[in-house]
């Protein structure tokens, strides 16, 4: 397989490190840095480095866009006007609204893996960087069913773990689960600074506490600025919500409600435990066939069906009849419960399922 990769960050690095190494494919890439395409060469994220989108998609049978958010819709048109017609695009970007609106070409299919680190670039750039990671794709009613799948398989072959979502609802659990996070952490380590400074303490004073929820304090401004920006609505629907929540908190305090706070804190407990428990696997596969007509946006309906249900298809494959007309998409599931789920929403939709 043949694949590029445009942006070589730590992000598009991993990428081709990942592809090379894991799916022997090769690699080719580009970036407006020099030296970041120099770096990426060395490090073994690519087999070539290119000096144009053109010459990096020549060949490629997947295309990767790994830019700032704030330039990735005009890369995506870009990548796609080079592309060749059988080529998948995909980008990494941590909002999806925009880039999804602005493009409904058949081939692309927006995307964005749950993996990173404090630090950025390609010299960062690891080939197990997703292992084990959601990798959110944002599938249309225009994409290629034959495409998703081939992404699909690319992924999975990273070491992902693929997961259809819409667009409105990534933005808007990403709000949540990630951007307000960051907003957080820079008003913590703020806060923190300045009540060390007023109380004529060595910042050496911080505990862990502190250390862990502010490790994404102050990320790289030129990733996260255009992040803010792009999600500006639904960022600040939410840190409304918070701002109430920690009204409620300085309401108990001062009002000495010792109850009530046991109540807040068990219920952070629980609530943790069972964002850590959701993301447990290893569970018995099933596999279900569904028989699907030759339409567009099939495959996207199944998956964002699934996606809604928090049901996640572990592997898929697609294969078409002799004439075309129609076809079987085969799915696999991990859990019997999720497995008769899964049966139940694909019925609903009115397609025949079996389980293999």
């Known amino acids: 397989m043949r694949i590029a990769v445009v942006g070589v960050g730590l992000i598009g690095g991993s990428i081709g490190l990942g592809a090379r190494k894991r799916l022997g494919a090769e690699v080719s890439g580009t970036d407006r840095s020099p ?57 990494v970007g941590s909002t999806k609204r925009a880039v999804v609106a602005a493009h409904s070409d058949p081939r692309f299919v927006g995307g964005h893996p749950l993996a990173g680190a404090e630090s950025s670039g390609v010299e960062h750039a690891r080939a197990d960087l997703f292992d084990a990671a959601t990798w959110y794709l944002t599938p249309s009613q225009t994409t290629s069913g034959v495409l998703y799948e081939r992404l699909h398989h690319l992924l ?49 004073a911080t505990g862990p506490s502190l250390r862990d929820a502010t490790r994404v304090a102050g990320a790289s401004s030129a990733i996260w600025t255009d992040i803010y920006m792009s999600n500006a609505d639904v960022l600040a629907k939410e840190l409304k919500r918070f701002s109430g ?58 998956a964002l069906a699934l996606g809604r249900a928090g049901i996640n298809i572990t592997d898929l494959a697609l294969y078409p009849a002799p004439d075309m007309r129609e076809g079987v998409v085969a799915l696999w599931i991990a859990g019997p419960d999720r497995a008769r789920r899964t049966e139940q929403l694909i019925a609903d939709l009115g397609l025949p399922v079996v389980r293999a």
């Open 35 to 91: 030296d970041a395409l120099t770096a990426a060469v060395e490090r073994g994220a690519l087999d070539r480095a290119c000096q144009t989108t053109e010459e990096a998609l020549d060949g490629a049978e997947a295309a990767f866009v790994a830019v700032p958010v704030g330039t990735l819709e005009g890369v995506v048109s870009e990548v796609l006007a080079a592309a060749a017609d059988d080529c998948v695009v995909s980008d």
């Open 245 to 302: 929540q920690l009204d409620e908190v300085r309401r108990a305090l001062s009002d000495k409600d010792t109850r009530w706070l046991e109540r807040w804190n068990e219920a952070a407990a629980a609530d943790r435990r069972s964002l850590l428990e959701a993301q447990l696997a290893g569970e018995e596969l099933f596999e279900l066939r569904v028989s699907v007509p030759n339409r567009p946006g099939v495959i996207a309906e199944i």
């Open 156 to 204: 999975h072959g990273l070491g992902a773990r693929p997961a259809a979502i819409d667009a409105d609802t990534h933005d808007r659990i990403l709000a949540s689960v990630s951007h307000l996070p960051h907003v957080l952490a820079n008003v913590l380590v703020s806060r923190a600074a300045a009540a060390l400074r007023s109380g004529d303490q060595q910042l050496e």
